[in-house]
């Protein structure tokens, strides 16, 4: 639920941002005529530059974990077996509506959203990562942990996590 209002939150913040870049810059072309046209131009390019970069820049969550434990599952998402739970600094970031990206000290993986439900206190999400393997994670902000599960491959994960966060991100990862 959380994940979904700061969606609109966002939504809202981009639309005030473009209405404050539009509004900078009627007041800099309405500066009056006996001034310097060149200072005109650089200001408009300043604040067309800076409401650009606010524009496309969101905010992304973060999800940093502490703890993983790693269970087999049968067909019906039973524990068949339970391993020994571990330290596991990681973090889980969304970086648009659509995808998020896993960092762990060696590995980062693309996972794309393709379906989300709303759960009581958490969001589920069906998602495909980069090499083609279908999971569910379930992220629950109230009790601070994931989820992730594959009954094809037969095993499901748990991680406790800190206090999900905001922060800003770009709109291209390559950035």
């Known amino acids: ?10 939504y809202i913040y981009d639309i005030l941002i473009n209405i404050n870049t539009f509004v900078g810059a009627k007041l800099i072309l309405s500066l009056p005529k006996n001034k310097n046209i ?12 800076i409401g ?18 790693e269970f087999d599952i049968d067909k019906e998402g039973n524990i068949t ?15 648009n509506n ?29 998602t495909v990562s980069e090499v083609g393997n279908t999971y569910k994670m379930t992220f629950n902000e109230a009790e601070k942990h994931i989820i992730l599960t594959s009954i094809d491959r037969g095993y ?3 991680l406790t996590c800190l206090k999900p966060y905001q922060t800003e991100v770009f709109d291209n990862i390559n950035r």
């Not at 650009?52 to 434990?69: C, D, L, M, N, V």
């Open 156 to 158: 499901s994960i748990y």
């Open 81 to 95: 077996k339970e391993y020994e739970s571990t330290d596991y600094n990681s973090y889980y970031l969304f970086i």
């Open 1 to 10: 639920m959380f994940i979904k209002y700061s969606l609109y939150l966002q």
């Open 98 to 126: 659509n995808e998020f990206i896993h960092c762990t000290g060696t590995i980062t993986s693309l996972y794309k959203i393709v379906k989300r439900t709303e759960k009581k206190g958490a969001m589920e999400y069906t």
């Open 38 to 49: 060149m200072t005109k131009k650089l200001l408009f390019l300043a604040v067309l530059l």
């Open 52 to 69: 650009s970069i606010y524009s496309f820049a969101q905010k992304g969550q973060i999800w940093p974990t502490q703890t993983r434990q």
